[in-house]
């Protein structure tokens, strides 16, 4: 059995929502309220997509293979902007507004810096997969029984750039490239167990 490293290997300064410290830094993002109430309604949808669904019987009823395109997308919201535009900060604290909208505790994963790995061959990849397995293996333990989640994690990778490179690029490096390909297999992995687990990815590419 591969074992799994701990928690604080692996992600640096957890934070739990709701919190009122992290509301009140949420609140200081100013001239971002239309990105704060666009990404709370799909973090939302992502965690506990049981809402849509009752949403969608409700008003909607003909509506299900809609429902079902929009269930099986990847859990992934992309957040590209400059340096100092506030994508971090945001993606730190949108988490507070989204656990008390579904009046859930959710806890927050940032990926650490250390795993990116010191390009040894195989080392980015398995570092990546063992934070997908860390992560996996949380967000499993929320998984409502009656289909509505019981907690929820946000994973957050920031200052993503390398792995945000296409893979074609001729220029990128093999362990770059291997990055890459387990994000995405990662990415993948959560999709297909369908858990209360959505994954922020900042970059500073368009």
Not at 168 to 194: K, P, T
């Amino acid at each position: 059995m591969v074992n799994i490293p701990a928690i604080d290997d692996l992600f640096e300064h957890r934070l739990t929502y709701p919190d009122v410290d992290i509301r009140e830094r949420l609140a200081r993002l100013v001239g971002l309220d239309d990105h704060k109430t666009r990404l709370t309604k799909i973090l939302s949808l992502l965690i506990n997509p049981s809402g849509l669904e009752v949403w969608a019987k409700k008003y909607h009823p003909s509506a299900g293979e809609l429902v079902n395109t929009f269930l099986r997308r990847p859990p992934l919201v992309v957040l590209a902007g400059d340096v100092g535009s506030g994508k971090t900060e945001l993606a730190e604290t949108i988490g507070d507004a989204v656990a008390q909208q579904e009046k859930i505790d959710i806890t927050l994963f940032p990926l650490s810096l250390s795993t990116r790995g010191q390009g040894r061959v195989g080392e980015m990849t398995q570092l990546l997969s063992a934070a997908f397995d860390r992560t996996i293996s949380e967000a499993s333990k929320l998984k409502g029984t009656c289909g509505r989640s019981c907690g929820a994690v946000i994973l957050l990778v920031d200052e993503a750039d390398a792995l945000a490179q296409s893979r074609e690029a001729a220029q990128m490096h093999h362990e770059d490239r291997a990055g890459v390909n387990a994000f995405i297999r990662g990415i993948d992995r959560l999709a297909n167990r369908s858990l209360p687990v959505a994954v922020i990815m900042c970059t500073k590419s368009p």
